[in-house]
């Protein structure tokens, strides 16, 4: 399938750099019925499910995986994304070029100067495609510490944000509380679960109040969510591998809950994508403890869930050609532009979205 169907013009005034507070009065495009578009807020949400409908939720949590460094006085930001042993991470590095092998970084933040660091990692190998393998020069119990003293969270590249200046009065704005899901458990994810910000106390208790159930998975999400689609059809385009598990226990209340006919909702792409990920072509869920690189565009046929709630994505993205296979690529191109349109504010920090998967085994 062509890349360019899934192009589409925003303005740049539209992508947020900042959630809205409390996290509920973001907006709500209620795509829950065929054939209709509603203008809601996501504190509505629980007025559209009904008792038995289970929420899947990610409870992967983010850690602070993007370091600034310097290699000599060239500067460089390293964001982590994939790890191999316990101090060796594959990244995506700025100003990598110059970077070979045995070439040590050192790390700084807004207090510590790179020349006053104990914290480096030395560059084992550079791969056009999957960036620069890196090694710590810390155990890994230890590496956890380095990176919440030094690390910064991993926002997205179209959220803007200074680069740290040692002994200035730079700060890291609210990221650390804002790219963090309330229920956020299992450290491990380089990107948050988006879909999740909007979750408030208030919203999951009328949610419980109401006998809507919930569920957690862990899928811990990796930068290359970012990435994007380089090739001009989608069959030719490389998912990045991410680890997830899924316990018996929400295996079985989701198995038993589908065989009462009541719906499934996958809480962001990364729930869905494990989701059926793990689902046989029967419809049953089993337990998941493993990678998966699963890529979901239209034509495919959902074997688990029956509605997704999420945010909106980047033109020609992985994630908007995900959202095309669950409502129907015209579905989601009128409805991008209604929300365009009405001024909803897009990406990680935007607004929300719940939609009707059409296309089901």
């Not at 005034?13 to 409390?22: F, G, L, R, Y």
């Not at 198995?255 to 029967?282: F, P």
């Not at 034509?299 to 296979?325: E, Q, R």
Request: hydrophobic letters at 40%; glycine letters at 6%; charged letters at 25%.
């Amino acid at each position: 399938m062509k890349v360019d169907i899934f192009d589409f013009d925003l303005p740049k005034d539209h992508i947020a750099s900042e959630p809205v507070h409390p996290r509920d009065t973001s907006k709500l495009l209620d795509l829950s019925e065929e054939g209709k578009i509603c203008d809601r807020h996501f504190y509505d949400l629980p007025n559209l499910l009904n008792e038995g409908d289970v929420l899947v939720f990610n409870d992967t949590k983010v850690i602070p995986a993007r370091l600034y460094g310097a290699r000599g006085e060239a500067l460089v930001e390293v964001t982590l994304y994939h790890p191999i042993d316990g101090i060796q991470w594959q990244a995506f590095i700025k100003n990598s070029k110059r970077l070979k092998p045995n070439d040590v970084i050192k790390f700084y933040t807004d207090t510590i100067s790179a020349e006053q660091s104990d914290f480096a990692a030395i560059v084992i190998e550079k791969n056009a495609e999957d960036g620069v393998l890196i090694s710590f020069n810390c155990t890994p119990s230890e590496l956890g510490h380095k990176l919440e003293q030094f690390g910064f969270m991993p926002l997205p590249p179209y959220i803007k944000r200074e680069r740290p200046q040692p002994n200035s009065l730079w700060h890291r704005f609210n990221d650390k509380e804002n790219y963090q899901t309330i229920y956020a458990k299992h450290e491990g994810a380089v990107a948050a679960p988006t879909a999740g910000l909007h979750f408030t106390d208030d919203v999951l208790q009328k949610l419980r109040d109401k006998g809507v159930q919930e569920v957690f998975l862990t899928l811990h999400v990796g930068a290359g969510t970012f990435l994007p689609v380089k090739t001009e059809d989608t069959a030719n385009h490389k998912m990045h591998a991410e680890y997830g598990i899924i316990t018996q226990d929400t295996v079985d209340i989701i198995n038993s809950a589908k065989k009462e006919g009541k719906r499934i909702i996958a809480v962001g792409t990364t729930s869905l994508r494990l989701l059926e990920t793990a689902t046989d072509n029967q419809g049953i869920l089993h337990p998941f403890a493993d990678e998966t690189n699963i890529f979901i565009t239209p034509g495919y046929k959902f074997k688990m869930i029956d509605m997704l709630i999420t945010n909106f994505h980047l033109p020609k993205s992985t994630l908007f050609m995900l959202v095309c296979a669950v409502a129907g690529i015209e579905r989601m191109q009128d409805a991008y532009r209604h929300a365009i349109d009405k001024g909803y504010r897009f990406y990680s920090y935007g607004d929300s979205s719940i939609l009707k998967c059409v296309n089901k085994i």
